[in-house]
């Protein structure tokens, strides 16, 4: 009875309609022409034959479409009507605005809406939103998954996304997750699982054009949760094999329509048996024949669909920078890695005073344990190891603090780069995590309270639309586009400058033109010229009126790091020796000259801060924080176009950065300058 009320609260009438499916189909070859079907279950609830129309019409971007049908439904019974561009023409579309991601292009969306008229009365209405675009997979020469969007190939770079530890996400924690994920140039957010309890994420998604990986939650194939046998498959037993079948269904009905959504992952660290993975087959092909789907996010062969062909296979823990380059057998830059990390991310001071208090923040104490993983991840020991060894033994928190950050930074930016360096030998990269389900110190671009790590600021550097990079594999510059456009005459500017600033190489190199999607290396930085043991490159990339499209600066050290790949474990490699990064303790300080400029438009404070370095010496790793005056406190979620920067003996850089107004609180906004060796007036 309950169900009968709830039913006809929702219609107008004794039919009703369920949630339209529209499957789309583009011509790849020319990208000007796409096929639209269009399908729902009709449904009459009454006990008399009825007989009405289904009138269909979409919009957008110009288009307005119309079709409609005679449907006759016998009393108390349902019928699936569909709409195909063979019997409706006017589905077959060209010129359609295609969605794409926000990297490739624009995310573009269309409208539809659906009315079911019996007589002259309105029966019932849905409506769904939808891209039209085409994915597909495909396999590369290695045996690695790789996938096309609208024909294109396209590395996928993301994160794996988590939502607050109850479960209690917001619109505002949703859209300021997704505007990160676009701020920082990434296509992508891996759900292991589904999160959301609506469609708000997914339709932001949708909006922004970020690419969503769905699939399911490692923690239903975990053995001691649901006593199931202990073997390669996921721990659904038997008798949950329908609701496992029904849950999966009901899933991929729920959010078939997003055009944001490119892959069904229907297994994770396992994958199903095969009575359960034919089930999880014939739901994908009568619900949703339109995407690729796979059987795990592991490295599995599965007896009915073969090779997952992606991979799993760490790190989880430290590694230096050039491992991503070198690593030719767990996780460096080939095939499609489902999850994978540089290790831990610790937060900035502010996030750490509000998780550890005060009397435990430093030495490291037991209230730092509390904030680690699980497992091989319950302390920091690697990660300290690498600072100790790398950057010098800190010297109390603040030193700890700023060597972290710059741990975070340049560890995430290599693992990005390496990836783009490599494409399509590599073809995806998913970081470990995204965001934090908790205040913790691992596996996360921004923590808990949205406020960005210097990961967040490596990523973004790395994944910026036209980038210039130190590959660490080579000794080589890249350049790199990471849109779908080529882009022509651009110029990159490569120094290389001792600790003490002297020039020891100054390149000038033309580079006539760069395809969309392409990585080519541009110079080889030569053998034999003198170089102290820490030393440093600036790269620089221009367009053809001279203006700065890219800006990389790396530190790097003669001695170099040293990897162990027959001693890896799961979640590590282990080092034998450190790049020796520690002269950078003797820097100068830096005393910065500051400009402040505060505008608001709209709902939005944008601030435009111009940092001058008017010393001989270099200013490493400035840091721009936006804070309410009064409370101190920074202001998140913030957009900086670049943070973590450095900048050479007279330079001069001008940065952007936004947040929403109301999230000043009514207060002032004000600027605080840091750094590796900054001080300002």
Not at 16 to 43: C, G, W
Not at 72 to 80: D, E, N, Q
Not at 103 to 129: C, E, M
Not at 139 to 157: M, Q, V
């Amino acid at each position: 009875m309950g169900l009968w009320r709830t039913v006809h609260l929702l219609v107008s009438g004794p039919v009703s309609v369920d949630q339209p499916f529209v499957q789309t189909k583009v011509d790849t070859a020319t990208l000007n022409h796409a096929d639209l079907t269009v399908s729902t279950l009709v449904h009459n609830y009454s006990s008399k034959i009825i007989r009405g129309t289904l009138k269909g019409t979409i919009t957008g971007h110009g288009s307005h479409i119309q079709f409609s049908r005679k449907v006759k439904l016998p009393a108390g019974l349902s019928k699936k009507v569909t709409f195909t561009p063979k019997k409706y023409n006017q589905l077959s579309v060209d010129h359609p605005k295609l969605w794409w991601t926000h990297t490739f292009g624009k995310p573009n969306l269309y409208h539809l809406h659906l009315q079911y008229v019996a007589g002259r009365k309105l029966s019932d209405q849905k409506s769904a939103q939808f891209g039209i675009r085409t994915v597909s997979d495909y396999i590369n020469k290695n045996g690695f998954r790789g996938f096309r969007l609208n024909g294109k190939k396209i590395l996928i770079k993301g994160g794996g996304w988590t939502d607050p530890m109850l479960l209690n996400a917001s619109k505002a924690y949703e859209r300021a997750g997704i505007n990160y994920a676009v701020h920082m140039n990434l296509n992508a957010i891996r759900m292991e699982g589904f999160w959301g309890e609506n469609q708000h994420l997914y339709n932001l998604a949708d909006k922004k054009g970020i690419l969503i990986q769905v699939g399911i939650n490692c923690i239903w194939e975990d053995t001691g949760f649901n006593k199931a046998p202990t073997d390669e498959h996921s721990g659904i037993l038997p008798t949950q094999i329908p609701i496992a079948a029904q849950s999966f269904k009901d899933e991929i009905t729920w959010l078939r329509n997003h055009p944001s959504i490119f892959v069904w992952f229907y297994g994770s660290d396992k994958w199903p048996r095969p009575r359960l993975e034919k089930k999880y087959l014939s739901i994908l092909k009568r619900y949703d024949p339109t995407r690729p789907s796979v059987s795990s996010a592991a490295e599995h062969t599965s007896k009915i669909t073969g090779p997952s062909a992606v991979k799993m296979r760490g790190p989880y823990d430290y590694v230096p920078t050039d491992y991503w380059y070198i690593d030719t057998h767990n996780g460096g830059a080939f095939g499609y890695n489902t999850e994978t990390s540089p290790g831990a991310e610790v937060p900035v001071l502010e996030s750490l005073k509000r998780m550890i208090p005060a009397d435990s923040l430093w030495p490291i104490s037991s209230s730092w344990r509390y904030h680690d993983a699980r497992y091989n991840f319950h302390n920091l020991t690697h990660y300290n190891q690498a600072m100790n060894k790398r950057l010098g033994k800190p010297t109390g928190l603040q030193d700890y603090e700023q060597k972290a950050q710059y741990l975070n930074y340049e560890g995430m930016r290599a693992m990005y780069e390496a990836f783009e360096s490599n494409r399509y030998k590599a073809t995806g990269i998913i970081q470990w995590m995204y965001n934090a389900s908790w205040p913790k110190l691992w596996w996360q671009l921004y923590d808990f309270y949205l406020m960005p790590t210097g990961a967040f600021y490596g990523a973004e550097e790395a994944n910026q639309p036209l980038h210039i990079s130190y590959n660490y594999g080579t000794n080589a510059i890249d350049v790199m586009n990471n849109t779908r456009k080529a882009a022509h005459s651009l110029s990159a500017e490569i120094r290389v400058l001792n600790f003490g600033m002297k020039n020891v190489l100054d390149k000038k190199v033309s580079v006539s033109s760069l395809p969309g999607r392409k990585t080519q290396s541009i110079f080889q930085l030569p053998k034999g010229i003198n170089l102290s043991k820490t030393y440093f490159v600036d790269l620089k990339l221009r367009n053809k009126k001279g203006q700065l499209i890219s800006s990389n600066f790396y530190a790097l050290s003669t001695q170099k790091d040293k990897i162990e790949p027959s001693k890896a474990k799961w979640y590590i490699t282990p080092q034998s020796q450190f790049a020796n990064l520690k002269m950078l303790q003797q820097l100068p300080g830096v005393q910065l000259k500051v400009n402040r400029h505060f505008v608001q438009k709209g709902d939005t404070t944008f601030a435009h801060v111009t940092v001058k370095n008017p010393t001989s010496h270099l200013a490493f790793m400035v840091h721009l924080d936006l804070r309410e005056k009064n409370s101190g406190q920074s202001v998140v979620p913030i957009f900086w176009d670049n943070n973590y920067f450095s900048l050479l003996p007279g330079e001069k850089r001008t940065i952007t950065g936004y947040c929403q107004t109301k999230n000043l609180n009514g207060q002032k906004p004000e600027i605080t300058v840091n750094g590796w060796n900054i001080s300002t007036k």
